[in-house]
């Protein structure tokens, strides 16, 4: 089974940048989408990017398009998310997901990483 674990959050100002990691554990993870997802506080978990087993598909949620990059490196078992011109609203604690189908829904994600808080300052 693939465990998932997610660093590089912290408190960053707008506009600035952070560079979030998740590391799986597993030798398929190269089998599998990976998504990251997000979930402010007292709002409902958000898809945010996703990248096919590859690497030739992603998606992006229309609020960070233009901002932030997702990639991976299978040879090192890492998916990516690089982080830029944040902004206030893009507070909340992120997570990390493998799915074996390309999508955007949370719900075909099975396994997820304990998550990393990011906090933007205006």
């Known amino acids: 089974q693939v465990q998932l674990v997610e660093s590089g959050g912290g408190l960053v100002q707008a506009g600035g940048s952070l560079r979030l990691s998740c590391a799986a554990s597993?030798?398929?993870?190269?089998?599998?989408?990976m998504g990251w997802f997000r979930q402010a506080p007292g709002k409902e978990r958000e898809f945010v990017a996703v990248i096919n087993w590859g690497g030739s598909s992603i998606l992006y949620a229309d609020s960070v398009k233009g901002r932030f990059t997702i990639s991976r490196d299978n040879a090192k078992n890492m998916v990516y998310l690089q982080m830029n011109s944040l902004k206030p609203e893009d507070t909340a604690v992120y997570y990390c997901?493998?799915?074996?189908?390309?999508?955007?829904?949370?719900?075909?994600?099975?396994?997820w990483g304990q998550g990393t808080q990011v906090t933007v300052s205006s």
């Open positions: 997901a493998k799915s074996a189908l390309f999508l955007v829904t949370g719900d075909v994600y099975d396994s």
């Open positions: 597993g030798r398929t993870f190269r089998n599998y989408a």
